[in-house]
């Protein structure tokens, strides 16, 4: 199995920046694609960015040009440069990894909030 912790959240005003880490743990090797997810009050959990086995990435629209996800295979770390942050980015920041013939995995989640 995999095991994912996040951390690195918390509370910023419009326009500051946070970067928060996934720490991967257990068969992480098996590990293709990962990605951030988030979840605001009331809302469905929702996709943010993707980053695959190749390094390749892609953004939902809202984020674009001001998240920035990647991965330190090294480190078995994922992470999520949030900048230019707005009050509508405040969520639940979820971790999570898809691993072929193992599953899909999720960490606990790190709050974020923007304060305006």
């Known amino acids: 199995q995999v095991q994912l912790v996040e951390s690195g959240g918390g509370l910023v005003q419009a326009g500051g920046s946070l970067r928060l880490s996934c720490a991967a743990s257990?068969?992480?090797?098996?590990?293709?694609?990962m990605g951030w997810y988030r979840q605001a009050p009331g809302k469905e959990r929702a996709l943010v960015a993707t980053?695959?086995?190749?390094?390749?990435?892609n953004y939902v629209d809202p984020v674009k040009g001001r998240f920035t996800i990647s991965r330190d295979n090294a480190k078995n770390t994922m992470y999520l440069q949030l900048n230019n942050l707005k009050p509508e980015d405040t969520a639940v920041y979820y971790c999570?990894?898809?691993?072929?013939?193992?599953?899909?995995?999720w960490g606990q989640g790190t709050q974020v909030t923007v304060s305006s």
């Open positions: 999570n990894a898809w691993a072929p013939a193992y599953g899909n995995f």
């Open positions: 257990g068969r992480t090797w098996k590990i293709n694609t």
């Open positions: 980053i695959y086995s190749d390094n390749s990435t």
